[in-house]
């Protein structure tokens, strides 16, 4: 099954240090896209690319995230001295842009949940 | 902010009966998607319907929406313990990417 796929599934680390996420997508899927999920609430978007381009950023996303795609495949969710609210489930999706089709469904992989002591 | 809200929040069920979810919306949509999320599969696209359609099935699936009323239902039929899952609605505002989910139903049905 080439489904998305996410490194590490799970991550604990203490306040303050780095952590990276790693996403790779479906392989012919040239968007790809990054969500955030808290226990009990839906996924909220924090960015999305398309191929390489990083094309929207929520304001979710501070100045401590930053997300890379830089050969337009997989993508890493790098985030700098984290904090205790950085705890969640960090989902990435892929989907494939369909000439003269403006909306798609998007597949997502099984997730990062990161915990932050 | 998230954009949907589901309604109810919780929903038991036994197998065989139905089971229905809503989903209102705040702004205008160009389509609205319902995915499902259970720890074994992750999250799961199940069905999209377009801004201009009022319904659509698939399978055991029914989806209608009121664009009017901004708001979207979905019937499961004949439900299994499979469908035991937690259910999201998700709006598509800026076509072909960012999508806002609701906080979801979560969906329990017993044998």
């Known amino acids: 099954d080439t489904g998305v796929s996410q490194n590490p599934r799970h991550k604990i680390t203490k306040r303050g240090q780095n952590v990276t996420f790693r996403c790779d997508p479906i392989?012919?899927?040239?968007?790809l896209y990054w969500y955030r999920q808290t226990l009990g609430q839906g996924p909220e978007f924090l960015t999305y690319f398309q191929n390489e381009a990083q094309l929207e950023k929520s304001r979710l996303l501070s100045d401590r995230f930053s997300a890379e795609r830089p050969k337009g495949s997989f993508s890493t969710l790098e985030i700098q001295r984290t904090e205790q609210g950085d705890s969640a489930m960090y989902l990435c999706a892929s989907s494939p842009r369909i000439a003269g089709r403006s909306y798609n469904e998007q597949f997502f992989g099984p997730g990062t949940r990161l915990t932050v002591l | 902010s998230q954009q949907g809200e589901e309604d109810p929040q919780a929903l038991s069920i036994q197998e065989g009966e139905n089971a229905t979810m809503n989903c209102s919306y705040k702004?205008?949509?160009?389509?609205l998607q319902w995915y499902r999320q259970n720890s074994g599969r992750g999250l799961v696209h199940l069905i999209l319907?377009?801004?201009?359609?009022r319904e659509k099935h698939s399978g055991r699936l029914r989806v209608t929406l009121d664009t009017s009323k901004k708001s979207s239902s979905l019937l499961i039929t004949a439900s299994r313990a499979a469908d035991t899952a937690s259910y999201f609605c998700?709006?598509?505002?800026?076509?072909?990417?960012?999508?806002?989910f609701g906080k979801g139903t979560s969906l329990l049905v017993t044998p």
């Open positions: 319907i377009r801004s201009n359609e």
């Open positions: 392989s012919e899927h040239n968007r």
């Open positions: 702004t205008s949509i160009n389509n």
């Open positions: 998700a709006t598509d505002i800026n076509s072909g990417y960012a999508l806002n």
